[in-house]
């Protein structure tokens, strides 16, 4: 099935030009799978002259983890370019939840707000970016805190969505917070440039033996928090002891990567990977052996 998914930069002066490029390029029955955080997906429909075949597919960051995608309607968006969309999702096995068209829709018109009045909290000196995602984490059960989860989108990608959410619905509570605004013309984007509201540094001081007990030390306290302080033996079998369900194998998985700076990828998601804290460790350094070079750590 043919089928286009764009993916480039949330800037309209970027999208638009490509689209009526694309609308040229492509044969005309192709549909075209908008991911965007937050442009309405009729406006990217006008730029072509196939306005029932464009959709909006948001995949949500990191994609290849994400069990859902959010489905934006367009006003012009066909019944057949729905279900040929939904066809698709189902074939790569991802749930999909249909919306109607809106700026942000619905994910990233409560998610932006929530990361900006995080950053203002910060801003104003209410707490520290450590304590403000350890409340959402400890006190809500959330996988990551607001800034962790901006630092991970890319403050760049979360000014220009409230930009667009604050442009098309003339409403001040999307104003971007000034500090969001400072650190992106400073060029601190987040885990992608090492710095944003946390630190993300490589090292290389220790030996791989000392690198080791440090990635088992960190394995250890993360699973051991998250089961309210239960000791686990480093031999223990996660699974079978149920440590680790699939809900929080998934926790497991984004922590991994957010905290030693990998992307996994199918063939790493094997079960046996996770099956104790040694075998995390092991697996931890068999990435870190290809990808040349030392662990990142969040501080």
Not at 278 to 293: E, H, Q, S, W
């Amino acid at each position: 099935m043919d089928y286009l998914v764009e993916n480039v930069t949330e800037r309209w002066d970027v999208k638009r030009p490509l689209y009526e490029e694309l609308d040229t390029l492509c044969p005309p029955k192709v549909p075209f799978g908008v991911n965007t955080s937050a442009i309405p997906i009729t406006r990217v429909a006008a730029a072509t002259s196939r306005a029932d075949r464009v959709i909006g597919t948001h995949f949500m960051n990191p994609a290849h983890l994400k069990p859902t995608v959010e489905v934006i309607r367009g006003h012009h968006t066909s019944d057949e370019t729905l279900a040929r969309t939904q066809a698709l999702l189902d074939d790569v096995g991802r749930r999909h939840i249909v919306v109607a068209d809106s700026s942000g829709f619905v994910t990233n018109r409560v998610l932006m707000l929530t990361l900006n009045e995080a950053i203002f909290v910060l801003h104003e000196g209410v707490s520290s970016a450590a304590d403000i995602d350890r409340l959402f984490k400890e006190c809500f059960g959330h996988a990551m805190g607001p800034l962790e989860t901006a630092d991970l989108i890319g403050l760049d990608t979360v000014l220009l969505s409230l930009e667009v959410l604050y442009g098309d619905f003339n409403d001040p509570k999307y104003r971007p917070c000034p500090l969001l605004r400072r650190l992106v013309d400073a060029g601190l984007h987040g885990r992608k440039t090492g710095q944003g509201f946390h630190s993300y540094e490589r090292s290389n001081e220790s030996g791989s033996g000392d690198m080791a007990e440090d990635d088992k030390h960190l394995i250890r306290e993360f699973i051991s928090t998250n089961m309210q302080g239960v000791p686990v033996d480093d031999d223990e079998d996660l699974f079978a002891s149920g440590y680790v369900n699939s809900l929080f194998a998934v926790q497991l998985v984004m922590w991994i990567e957010r905290t030693f700076d990998f992307q996994l990828v199918g063939k790493d998601l094997d079960f046996a990977n996770f099956s104790t804290i040694d075998a995390i460790a092991a697996f931890v350094d068999g990435k870190r052996t290809l990808a040349g070079g030392g662990a990142w750590t969040s501080n």
